[in-house]
């Protein structure tokens, strides 16, 4: 009997967190303007010291002004995707619950897309309505997804099916109200992308607002952990163990939409990354949610951030959409895991 | 010998085993009933009638009745998950209902028929679970917790399967992996819900003879709900018979076990004998 302990929880992540940072190197060398790890080194080192003179303007550019934010943005949105996810498959008892396959991203793009029509220079408008997007879609999903009474798996998945394609119609209508260049871009948009400017020019200020949100939506699902363990062996079970069910799926449910608006407003719709990642962990590290949370989270980041290097490197100077490289290695997993759980 | 039905006045059987009236009373049902409806303002689907009765330490009690007999709605209020219409339940001498969850869960242990686990799960992981209502709600186990869980596995005779995966388990094996969770809550009451209905006759006997070990031995207060007439008489000190909601006799087994009662409850031709223990043993007589 070997139970967790807050030491190992904590010695798994700074490894994990070991490999984000040499994927983020690697991440910050490649691209159309390679440069050495060396000169990365002392770039992010003379920039740490304030010895900003020391570094000449084109790595300056290219590290601060383009690589980094568009790393920390795909760490934020890995990240989110995957605590959402392993959030959705406790909360709804599935394990191949995904923001993306349960309509949730389809909602969350809806808010944003309706937001940026409206009101498009609101700063955090857009975060808001994917926020409202996604719980409104989640909440339908939820209740669609019952069969007397009782969340029925496959009713689920066919209700996050439905869900997706119908709000994927509205989304095309309201398309057509847009003017030629802002279809490109919100097209794209809609794939999964992380080159969207930052609505304020303040692009440290508006990243550290982004991952305040995150880590207190996170937070939040991380004091259920211990409940949802028990809720993992059945909801009847949790409560007879003094499991208070019912506030806990309120706590994920809100925590899970927040941290789907939060990754689809800034970077559209992602898919399949909140569905594997959770499972690998889960692989990897154990089922115990103390551990999944964090471990999921890092390792969210670390499949974004890859899935983004490969989609701007593979077909070098053209770019692909991040969603597009999850999900040519995310839909054959997902396939697999549905297919072992029907046998 | 008392006839509950209806809610009138009640006088409680004494139990069959010498020395136990003497024990400390631990489940006392007043008068608890309980409805199901659909709506609010519906009518009622199912009406559980009025029963009183009473458990002390060290005692096995079986519920018995056909399907839709209710056997399940009184589980669930013993277990506090559903609140009586009307009357009380206490344990300890605390109303159940009013009992915040996890002081419930250190008092009452509920067992259910199966453990539907969504992901693999071993076996000393699963135990750890049962010491979930003695902490803050975000915790990690303490040496304790290991130490209690590791017991209650021993005392289900588990030992071995400590490291098992609860999927591996054979239906016997993972009956007693999930009683000793519920012995790792520490409870007074034990409750079972047809804990014998996937075993065999061998696994039936064992699980029956270790509840009652665990009654006598460990002062446990045990409630079994079971279909299976013969182990309720052989292994429990008292029955609470249900049929259509009501409750229509509680007493020892010698008591309620009358062949006109239980045919009337069980609709099937019914003879009823005593068994080389000398308790009651029914027996089903030929039709064809």
Redesign the interface.
């Known amino acids: 009997?070997r139970?967790?302990?807050?030491q190992r929880i904590l010695a798994t992540c700074l490894g994990l967190c070991g490999v984000l940072f040499v994927v983020a190197v690697i991440s910050l060398r490649m691209g159309a303007y390679p440069i050495s790890v060396r000169d990365i080194v002392s770039t992010l080192f003379n920039a740490a010291a304030g010895r900003r003179d020391e570094v000449p303007v084109e790595f300056w550019q290219v590290v601060f002004g383009l690589r980094l934010p568009r790393i920390a943005l795909g760490i934020l949105v890995g990240a989110s995707l995957s605590t959402a996810g392993a959030g959705f498959?406790?909360l709804l008892?599935?394990?191949l619950a995904d923001p993306y396959v349960l309509g949730v991203s389809s909602g969350a793009a809806l808010g944003a897309i309706v937001s940026l029509i409206v009101a498009p220079h609101t700063v955090g408008a857009i975060q808001i309505a994917a926020f409202i997007g996604a719980a409104s879609t989640i909440a339908a999903v939820y209740f669609l997804g019952r069969r007397g009474g009782q969340l029925d798996s496959p009713t689920l998945l066919l209700a996050g099916i439905v869900a997706a394609s119908f709000l994927s119609a509205i989304i095309m209508f309201l398309l057509t109200m847009v003017t030629g260049s802002e279809l490109r871009s919100i097209a794209f948009w809609l794939m999964g992308d992380l080159t969207a400017p930052p609505p304020t020019t303040n692009v440290v200020g508006w990243l550290g607002f982004l991952f305040f949100v995150f880590i207190v939506a996170a937070g939040a699902m991380?004091?259920?952990?211990?409940?949802l363990?028990?809720i993992?062996?059945?909801e009847?079970?949790a409560?007879?163990?003094?499991?208070?069910v019912n506030r806990v799926k309120f706590v994920v449910y809100i925590a899970a939409s927040v941290l789907t608006g939060l990754a689809v407003s800034v970077s559209g719709a992602i898919g399949y990354v909140g569905l594997l990642v959770p499972h690998v962990m889960?692989m990897l590290f154990g089922?115990?949610y103390?551990m999944l949370i964090p471990t999921a989270a890092i390792g969210g980041a670390i499949a974004i951030v890859l899935a983004d290097t490969l989609a701007r490197t593979v077909v070098a100077p053209t770019e692909l959409p991040v969603g597009a490289m999850t999900a040519l290695a995310g839909a054959p997993v997902f396939i697999y895991l549905m297919r072992r759980r029907m046998r | 010998m008392s006839s509950i039905a209806g809610g009138g006045a009640v006088a409680l059987p004494q139990p069959v085993r010498s020395g136990a009236s003497t024990l400390p009373l631990r489940l006392k049902v007043e008068q608890a009933s309980y409805a199901y409806a659909a709506t609010d303002r519906s009518a009622p689907k199912f009406t559980l009638g009025p029963a009183s009765f009473e458990a002390q330490q060290r005692e096995l009690l079986a519920i018995l009745g056909p399907n839709a007999s209710g056997k399940s709605t009184m589980l669930k209020l013993l277990?506090g998950?559903l609140k009586p219409l009307s009357g009380r339940i206490e344990v300890d001498g605390v109303e159940v209902s009013e009992l915040d969850?996890?002081?419930?869960?250190?008092k009452i242990?509920?067992v259910?028929q199966e453990?539907?686990?969504?992901?693999?799960?071993r076996v000393?992981?699963?135990v750890?679970?049962?010491r979930?209502?003695y902490g803050r709600?975000?915790?990690?186990?303490s040496d304790e917790?290991?130490l209690l869980?590791?017991n209650a596995l021993a005392q289900v005779g588990a030992d071995a399967l400590?490291d098992r995966w609860m999927d591996q388990l054979s239906g016997g094996e993972k009956q007693r992996v999930i009683l000793a969770r519920a012995l790792a809550?520490q409870p007074s009451l034990l409750l079972l819900d047809e804990p014998t209905q996937h075993l065999d006759i061998g696994g039936k006997v064992e699980l029956l003879r270790r509840l009652r070990r665990l009654a006598d031995e460990n002062r446990y207060t045990v409630i079994v709900v079971t279909h299976d007439l013969n182990l309720a008489a052989e292994f429990s000190d008292r029955i609470v018979l249900l049929h259509k909601g009501k409750c229509p006799r509680i007493g020892t087994p010698a008591e309620v076990y009358e062949r006109e009662l239980l045919e009337e409850v069980f609709e099937a031709p019914l003879e009823v004998e005593i068994g080389y223990s000398g308790r009651p043993r029914v027996i089903l007589r030929a039709t064809r």
């Open positions: 009997m139970p967790l302990t807050p498959q406790a008892r599935n394990p991380y004091t259920t952990s211990s409940d363990n028990l993992l062996t059945g009847q079970e409560k007879h163990l003094g499991v208070n889960r089922t115990d103390r | 277990a998950l969850l996890k002081v419930r869960a250190q242990a509920l259910a453990s539907e686990l969504l992901f693999p799960l000393w992981e699963y750890l679970q049962g979930y209502p709600r975000l915790r990690f186990e917790d290991c869980a590791g400590r809550q």
